[in-house]
């Protein structure tokens, strides 16, 4: 995607020096020009300054259907990593027709000793998960993503969620013990009972 993002800079760059409909000095211009730049500045230091967030290895210990999701449980190899409710991490599969990284929510809670990535069946990729990930494959996970933690919040909160929106409170609610200090209101929106990710 960095390749991507950069020859569309360089193309977008070469249209505002041939004068094209935009000028590099208006308004929208400066705007297009700054978003660029600050993309292009992400990206090298993503690949450049911090290639690597740590990539740990795991591998799959079930694979269960439930409803029109799937919860991925992988066991670590080396040891678990350190990471807060509702994060979310890339996770690469090593089987054939995997092997591209996709991002997920972290639906386990923080204490346990596995991780559990629970996603809907909506596209080719997350079908093929429910009905070819195997038990026993290598899994790759980057370290997690995400800084929007409820557990830091206020004292009183709602919570709103749909569908397979719940796996973003699913790691907060699983180490909740009572006393936690927190008074929360969870809504969770779903056509039928049947429907609903728990």
Known sequence: MGLCYS????????????GGSIALFSPPGTVLALFLIAGLAASAYRQILR??????R??????????????????????MFHFE???????TIDAAGFREAHPFTISSGAMENELRFTMKVLGDYTRRVRSDLAKGADVEVEEPYGRFNPLKGSEKQV???????????????RPMVPGHGKAVRL???AYSGGGAVL
């Open 7 to 18: 020859v569309l800079a360089i193309h977008v760059g070469l249209a505002f020096y041939d």
């Open 51 to 56: 290639p690597g967030r740590g990539e740990h």
């Open 58 to 79: 795991f591998i799959v210990a079930a694979v269960n259907r439930l409803g029109r999701a799937t919860e991925v449980v992988l066991k670590p190899r080396d040891g």
């Open 85 to 91: 409710p509702e994060q979310f991490a890339f996770v």
């Open 159 to 173: 919570w709103v969620a749909r569908g397979i929106g719940i796996t973003l409170f699913l790691s907060v609610l």
């Open 187 to 189: 809504y969770l929106c």
